[in-house]
């Protein structure tokens, strides 16, 4: 309360200065002089708008600062976000697939919005769940161990991409590697070097038990497959770890103090296998001593301090073709497709020495 200089009481005011008006899709309208409609369908980008009708609105929206209300919209049934739903942001492969979306996006009138699964969420269903909450137009998800039903039910009711899945969907897409080619070149790589005991990092059971047809499934399964036409059967040595490099450091240093330690290690991925080579350095081990080949060909393997041997499965383009794929579906697609990128096998240092 206050006191009014008459003597009486009364509430204060909240402020002197009237409060701004938001801008809103009439006021675009007016100063571009054109129809409400008009502005509607250059920020839906719909078809026929000509350029200058997309110009002169355009500069109207700049020069006001409007934001169209994405949850307005998506009341409406017609919402412009994409949910992305990523294990976690320590991964650089993610990460890369991540922005490479996010660029496919550039010229549309979609936005992403990111949900990291948070670190006793193992599955990503909490993630996905919130994005299809928040009313999303489509979804890109990274998560290999829900199960097929649970997203065919999700799939029903929005436009679903999977990368890394190697489902028989009906109702979404996916974009995958071919991670048994994948690891074959690893596996014909390192038998040709002359190592007879190669040892394969891989995650938790959870991921690569049957009947998950996980990228790490398919990788362990190529590893065995390989080893055993090898004759080698008996060298089988399958180490299971976090994803992290600190959880893969851990996980393999016993097997590397061993008295019959591996000449060489498949890692199942990038991360673990900087964690191979962390723990190898620790161990005073050299190149000579331990091949490491690791899987995603992340930025910092090509790196002349790392010079990691891995496998490129095209990490931008799977972003990319996700948002294409999803795109699509918008537009009214409603058959399942898969695209698989093909691997190639980068050879550098971590592996390049030869047995004698």
Not at 84 to 106: C, M, R, V, W, Y
Not at 169 to 196: C, F, I, K, P
């Amino acid at each position: 309360m206050i006191i009014r200089p008459d003597g009486g009481a009364g509430l204060a005011p909240q402020s002197s200065a009237p409060r701004a008006r938001a801008v809103t899709i009439n006021d675009v309208a007016g100063l571009a002089g054109v129809s409400r409609a008009a502005v509607s369908k250059v920020i839906r980008n719909a078809y026929g708008v000509s350029p200058a009708m997309r110009e002169k609105v355009g500069r109207a929206i700049v020069a006001l600062g409007y934001r169209p209300n994405s949850a307005a919209r998506a009341m409406r049934g017609k919402s412009f976000v994409i949910g992305f739903e990523i294990p976690g942001l320590s991964n650089d492969f993610l990460i890369t697939i991540l922005k490479a979306a996010h660029e496919a996006l550039a010229d549309s009138e979609y936005q992403l919005i990111v949900a990291p699964a948070d670190a006793d969420d193992n599955l990503g269903a909490r993630a996905i769940e919130s994005l299809v909450d928040h009313q999303v137009a489509g979804l890109v998800a990274v998560s290999t161990a829900i199960s097929v039903e649970w997203l065919q039910n999700i799939a029903r009711r929005t436009p679903l991409v999977m990368i890394g899945r190697h489902d028989g969907s009906v109702n979404y897409d996916t974009v995958v590697g071919d991670d048994s080619a994948g690891a074959a070149l690893v596996m014909e790589h390192l038998l040709a070097q002359g190592h007879s005991r190669i040892a394969h990092l891989t995650r938790g059971l959870a991921i690569t038990e049957p009947p998950s047809r996980s990228p790490h499934a398919l990788r362990l399964e190529g590893y065995v497959e390989a080893m055993t036409a090898a004759g080698l059967a008996e060298n089988i040595s399958v180490v299971r770890s976090g994803s992290s490099q600190s959880d893969s450091q851990v996980a393999i240093t016993p097997l590397l103090s061993s008295p019959e330690r591996p000449t060489a290690v498949f890692a199942g991925n990038d991360e673990m296998a900087l964690g191979v080579m962390h723990a190898a350095k620790q161990l005073g081990m050299t190149f000579a001593d331990l091949a490491i080949v690791g899987y995603d060909d992340i930025d910092v393997a090509s790196h002349p301090g790392i010079s990691l041997s891995t496998v490129n499965q095209s990490g931008r383009e799977m972003g990319e073709v996700a948002i294409h794929l999803l795109l699509e579906r918008f537009e009214g697609r409603t058959e399942r497709r898969e695209v698989q990128m093909v691997p190639v096998l980068k050879v550098r240092e971590s592996s390049n020495s030869k047995r004698r």
